[in-house]
């Protein structure tokens, strides 16, 4: 029998993540990546997006503005402009008076605990959820070697003019630009590790040639809350996703994936 405590990990912790894109004149679109510090407990030494856990802060933000979204949805935007204020130091989906000076004290007062709507409140800066583009949502289910469970809902969104990206130093270690392509290379050439979910994601991206391009592909298929299963395929246990959804890869050999 499922006790309340497995019965809460299977729902999975909501969180948001950004896939930021700067675009190129020659070649494809770079995307920003973090990756995560060894000592974390997921995704331990992965290169990821920027992202993280909604809290309760973001609902408080999202209820006291107008933005004629699902109260959740709205939260996740603004989960996820916060954390890449906090990851990456950039300041994505606001408005106002935004500049490198701004941004860097939007990430201070945070680091120092304050919220982002005090802290939005105090630089008369307001934000702009409709900056970001939902992409996917994925919610992978809980399985013996995980320690945490994330309902994550993925977005993107374009780099910020004038504005240089700087790692936290505190649960990542570095970040850099890089294609989709270039990215994927790395983790086959066994120069960085990648998480199902976002191996999944880089895929999809590397289809495209251009911000542009990447939004008509999210508005192109539905959000659709994705839970991969395990599928025996050719005498072997695969990892699947639905194919409906945009995906050019939708399975993988377990004893090849990266989940935590």
Not at 18 to 42: Q, T
Not at 151 to 161: K, L, N
Not at 182 to 196: M, N, R, Y
Request: net charge negative; with cysteine.
């Amino acid at each position: 029998m499922t006790d309340e405590n497995d019965a809460a990990e299977d729902k999975g912790r909501p969180a948001a993540t950004v896939v930021i894109v700067r675009d190129r004149h020659d070649g494809p679109p770079e995307l920003l990546m973090v990756e995560r510090a060894s000592s974390m407990a997921f995704a331990a030494g992965a290169l990821v997006f920027p992202g993280g856990a909604v809290d309760e802060a973001d609902h408080d933000l999202a209820a006291r503005i107008d933005h004629g979204l699902e109260p959740d949805e709205a939260a996740g935007r603004i989960a996820a402009i916060r954390e890449t204020i906090e990851e990456a130091g950039l300041g994505i989906g606001l408005t106002g008076a935004v500049d490198a000076a701004a941004v860097l004290r939007l990430r201070d007062g945070l680091h120092d605990g304050r919220t982002l709507g005090e802290m939005l409140e105090r630089l008369g800066l307001g934000v702009a959820l409709e900056a970001l583009t939902p992409f996917a949502r994925w919610h992978p289910a809980r399985f013996e070697q995980a320690r945490r469970v994330f309902d994550t809902r993925f977005y993107i969104a374009r780099a910020p003019e004038g504005q240089v990206a700087s790692v936290d130093t505190t649960e990542n270690v570095r970040l850099f630009w890089s294609s989709a392509a270039d990215t994927l290379a790395k983790a086959a050439a066994g120069e960085a590790q990648l998480v199902f979910p976002t191996r999944r994601n880089l895929e999809r991206l590397a289809l495209h040639d251009g911000y542009a391009a990447l939004i008509a592909d999210a508005g192109a298929y539905p959000v659709e809350k994705i839970r991969p299963w395990q599928e025996e395929r050719d005498g072997e246990v695969h990892l699947c996703i639905p194919d409906h959804l945009g995906y050019p890869v939708v399975t993988e050999p377990m004893t090849r994936v990266r989940r935590v």
